[in-house]
Structures are given as C-alpha cells and as structure tokens.
C-alpha cells in the first residue's frame, strides 16, 4: 500500500467530494483507493490535502478521475492562493497591513496560475467596495473568487463592515460578498477585483483575519475543556 498527497484548491473540493460525498464514493468503488480529505485549509492558502491511499494501479486510477473533476470545473480553481511550505506561519495579518507581501511558492507559474483576466470598468473610486484608484488601467484588473466558510463570514466582515472595509482600503481591491450561499455547503462566494498585488495583499488579509479566528476559538475551546475538567 502506498499514499500520494495532493493539493486541492478549496473551491474545488466539492467538484471532488460531490453531492452527498456520492463523487468520491464512486472514485473510490472505481479505483479500490481510499482517499482522505482535510478539513482545513493550509496556512496561508486556500489549498486544501486529499491524500489518496491504495496499490499503485487503485492511486493511478483515482487520480486519474480526479484529474477529470478538476478540469471538468476548473473555473472554481480561479483565485487560489497556493501553499507555500517555507512561508512562515503566523495569525498575525499585521504584516501585511505595513507594506510587506505575503510569500508564495512557484510551483506551477508565479503564484497565480488560476488568476483570470477581466476587463471591467469600474465608476468612481474608494466608496463601499469600490476600486480606489482610478488610474490603474482597467486591462491590469484580475478578478479571482474564493468561498469562506458561512460561519466565518462574520469575523471577515467584523461590526458594522468595519473589518472588510479595512481590507478594502489596506489591499486597494474590490471586494463584494454574495448576499446567499453559492451551493449546498453553505458557503458564501467573495469576489475581489484588483491588480495581480492588491489581490495578494487582499488574499493575505482575508487569510490572516481567517487564521485568528481560528486561534481564538481553539483558545476558547481549550478554556472549556480547563473548566470541565476542574
């Protein structure tokens, strides 16, 4: 028996594990491979791990399927922050916030391999959501869309939009938030229009903000078990 690890973009997770988990099921029963997928996104991407595990012909053939499923919906994988592995870690988006870029790896491009192009003209500056500049031209403007989870949606947008619009103003980008779920996971779609830099920094915030929250309700959930303890 061996294993294969793979990086999948967040956004296509559901492509793979399909309606009710029925698209991986069938991958399984196909290939007689039994996969695993993480729960939680990488640091400081919206990669997520599915490992495959089986003899080497079953793992050819799941990946095989896999690899049908990703470019089968390959425009959910647009905007995906790939994983860099010698990133340092942190839950601290203050980095950001003072001018410093956040390091993504090269494995398959610059970093961007699914970021698209979109022309779009953009009326006035700065506002709500709105593009702050208008000087940057219209043709250098990328579009990427990532999904958050619904129940961090709220610490993304913070108290009365105070945090998103902090993100807006510190990333330069166009942000807007689908007002429902965008599928039956829940899941609320966030577009961000910006030069290929304002989308990283952008990208970086909304992790960052991300990965606090995390903390802080692993913290919370550590104080419970104290307690129930005492």
Same mark, same amino acid.
């Given at each position: ?89 942190? %839950?601290? *988006?203050? =980095? ?10 090269? #494995? /398959?491009?610059?970093? @961007? ?12 500056? %700065?506002? *709500?959501? =709105? ?10 403007? #990328? /579009?990427?869309?990532? @999904? ?12 009365? %939009? ?69």
């Amino acid at each position: 028996t061996s294993s294969v690890r793979l990086l999948i973009s967040h956004n296509l997770m559901g492509t793979i594990i399909g309606r009710q988990g029925l698209k991986i099921k069938y991958i399984q029963d196909a290939s007689s491979a039994r996969m695993v997928a993480s729960k939680e996104m990488l640091p400081q991407s919206t990669e997520r791990v599915v490992e495959v595990q089986g003899s080497i012909d079953a793992i050819r053939i799941a990946i095989y399927e896999i690899g049908k499923c990703l470019v089968d919906d390959w425009e959910r994988g647009v905007g995906t922050v790939l994983y860099n592995p010698s990133a340092p870690i942190t %839950g601290n *988006s203050s =980095g950001a916030a003072s001018g410093s870029r956040p390091k993504y790896t090269s #494995r /398959t491009g610059n970093g @961007s391999d699914f970021t698209r192009t979109r022309t779009e003209a953009f009326g006035g500056g %700065g506002g *709500s959501g =709105g593009y702050p500049n208008n000087n940057v031209n219209n043709a250098n403007l #990328r /579009t990427q869309e990532i @999904s958050i989870p619904a129940d961090m949606v709220g610490c993304i947008i913070g108290k009365a %939009g105070s945090k998103i619009s902090e993100i807006r103003r510190l990333s330069g980008s166009r942000i807007s938030i689908a007002k429902t779920p965008h599928d039956e996971t829940g899941e609320r779609l966030f577009t961000i229009v910006g030069t290929m830099e304002s989308n990283e920094k952008a990208l970086y915030l909304l992790y960052g903000q991300l990965e606090l929250e995390k903390e802080r309700r692993l913290n919370m959930a550590g104080d419970q078990v104290e307690e129930d303890e005492e």
